[in-house]
């Protein structure tokens, strides 16, 4: 099984809808982000999760909100998704605990691709 | 603010020989780490190899090693004896600055030719 499972994999929804994409992670790790992929653009930062009490804006957190309901569980809600949403959707993991942290890769899940239509 | 130009947009190299991709930063914050990671046409991001700001060596993971030019802030990715199975879309990235997340490059997309 991975360790950071990502659903659904893909989605088509039509502009307006309420969406939920749902991120759990088997690998203890406390910190917990989700990224946006576009096309010619890299990875952006929306929103990152130190502790189900501690969450934080990314680079480009409008029109989304997310929830970290426990350690291993971290959500990312578009509350009325619109076209320019469509994009592929990557949860991360990394380990605040391991020393030194600096170095510590963040290990993604394999992705969510969203379509609004 | 960070950023990280990778300015290849696509390479086509010929099965065998050694890839260089390049990446170069922009952050004023004296620590920091670089990252690389490896998207295949399948999607997933897979991490590759990793170079701190204090590192003395360049880093090292089986094929893949870093050209860590410190005074340049270039911190390209090479990779000897590449294989059909390197190709894929590469992409530098930087942890620094008290942010957390990680600052992608637009990536690279390399082919690999027999």
């Known amino acids: 099984d991975a360790d950071v499972t990502q659903t659904p994999r893909n989605r088509i929804t039509k502009t307006g809808k309420r969406i939920m994409l749902e991120c759990s992670q088997t690998?203890?790790?406390?910190?917990m982000y989700w990224y946006r992929q576009d096309p010619g653009l890299g990875l952006r930062l929306i929103y990152y999760?130190?502790?189900?009490?501690?969450?934080n804006k990314g680079e480009i957190s409008d029109g989304y909100s997310v929830s970290r309901q426990a350690q291993a569980k971290f959500s990312l809600s578009l509350e009325s998704a619109i076209p320019n949403q469509t994009a592929l959707y990557f949860c991360?993991?990394?380990?605040?605990?391991?020393?030194?942290?600096?170095?510590?890769?963040?290990?993604f899940g394999d992705g969510t691709r969203l379509s609004i239509l | 603010a960070q950023k990280i130009t990778q300015t290849q947009p696509g390479m086509f190299v010929q099965e065998k020989e050694a890839v260089t991709l390049d990446c170069t930063y922009d952050?004023?914050?004296?620590?920091?780490?670089l990252f690389w990671y490896k998207q295949p046409s399948s999607g997933e991001m897979i991490f590759l190899i990793y170079?701190?700001?204090?590192?003395?060596q360049n880093a090292t993971e089986g094929r893949y090693s870093l050209n860590f030019q410190k005074a340049r802030k270039s911190a390209n990715l090479v990779i000897s004896a590449s294989q059909l199975g390197d190709s894929a879309m590469y992409f530098c990235?930087?942890?620094?600055?008290?942010?957390?997340?990680?600052?992608f490059g637009k990536g690279t997309h390399l082919i690999i030719q027999p």
């Open positions: 990235a930087m942890r620094g600055g008290g942010a957390d997340g990680l600052t």
């Open positions: 991360a993991t990394s380990d605040r605990t391991a020393a030194p942290y600096s170095n510590q890769p963040q290990h």
């Open positions: 690998k203890g790790h406390d910190r």
């Open positions: 999760s130190f502790d189900v009490k501690d969450i």
């Open positions: 170079q701190g700001s204090y590192d003395q």
């Open positions: 952050t004023s914050d004296p620590s920091y780490g």
